[in-house]
């Protein structure tokens, strides 16, 4: 898929080529995580090798000259999503390994760069990775939703967020007790919102603690699971 912007005669975007990942586009993409995210959260050159090497998917929106989004895709083999089993920790959850036959797939890290946030490259991106998804032969995409409404931010890093208190203490307590809150609550998290809207995917479970380098979500992750066969 090929796309620019043009306004008035004038070409005011890049042509964006929105594809699979190939093997020169490591260097651009370690750059992309440098620009998109702050220094705890950027995956380097040697993490972004190791990853490919584990068997993961990584969707690209490539400029001439630099990468504008990704998504990365872990294929996996198990039939749904289990809490029980789900990985405890950011670091384990983006470095598991694909294993077969793919049923299921692990969605994370939907970067942005900051020049092409709020544009049609984002939904683009995911799309390409839903119908690479259907193509592995997979129900069900499993995914953690970053929640920055959770203690907010207004400095490095893509959110300008006010902390909401109304959503953080809905977390709080879906934290003690182990109760799902209202989807309505939820949905007061932008980031939330976006996924909800773009896949209509279902908020299956809280991983407290997940990132903490993660400052704005409070370190935390809202699970999300889409089936693709609805």
């Known amino acids: 898929m090929r796309y620019t912007s ?3 005669g004038i070409v005011t975007r890049p042509v964006l080529e929105v594809r699979l990942i190939e093997a020169g586009d490591v260097g651009a993409l370690a750059q992309l995580e440098a620009a998109a995210w702050p220094g705890p959260l950027q995956a380097k050159e040697e993490l972004i090798q190791r990853r490919l090497a584990l068997g993961h998917g990584i969707i690209v929106a490539a400029a001439p000259d630099y990468l504008a989004a990704a998504v990365c ?6 039939p749904q999503f289990d809490a029980g089993s789900f990985p405890q920790h950011f670091a384990q959850f983006s470095t598991l390994p ?4 793919v049923r299921s797939v692990y969605a994370y890290n939907l970067c942005v760069h900051p020049s092409h946030r709020g544009e049609r490259v984002v939904r683009d991106v995911i799309n390409l990775g839903i119908a690479t998804i259907r193509e592995w032969g997979a129900r069900w995409i499993i995914g953690d939703g970053r929640c920055p409404s959770y203690a907010g931010s207004s400095g490095e890093g893509p959110d300008k967020v006010r902390c909401d208190p109304l959503f953080r203490a809905a977390l709080d307590g879906w934290a003690a007790t182990g109760t799902r809150p209202a989807l309505d609550m939820l949905l007061r998290d932008p980031v939330l919102r976006f996924y909800h809207r773009v896949l209509d995917c279902e908020f299956v479970h809280l991983a407290w603690n997940f990132l903490p380098q993660d400052s704005s ?3 935390h992750r809202v699970i999300f699971v889409k089936d693709l066969s609805v």
């Open 6 to 8: 043009i306004r008035g």
């Open 73 to 78: 895709v872990i294929p996996r083999d198990e």
């Open 98 to 101: 694909r294993t077969d036959p």
């Open 217 to 219: 979500s409070g370190g």
